[in-house]
């Protein structure tokens, strides 16, 4: 197995280290928590999670989050206009 050395500040390590389980390497809690977002393993643990609630209350949800996603563009683009 190939290794690297790596250089962290005291912070970043003891926020590493706070994250390590017993028995557990540093590369383990790296791999643990920064695995690639989108991965299958991310995804699939949410199948499932919204098929009781009803399509009518779904779609809500969907339209309230494109709302806000619109009033968040806007307000960014009044924040930056003079810059």
Known sequence: MAVK???VTKEAYEALASDKG???SFSEVILRTHKKKGSWEAVSKFIG???HV???VVEDIKKDIENMRKRSAKRLL???KGF
Do not use: C, H, L
């Open 49 to 51: 999670a919204w098929e």
């Open 22 to 24: 017993k028995g557990e």
């Open 78 to 80: 009044q924040r930056t």
């Open 54 to 56: 009803p399509e009518k």
């Open 5 to 7: 050395t790596i250089t």
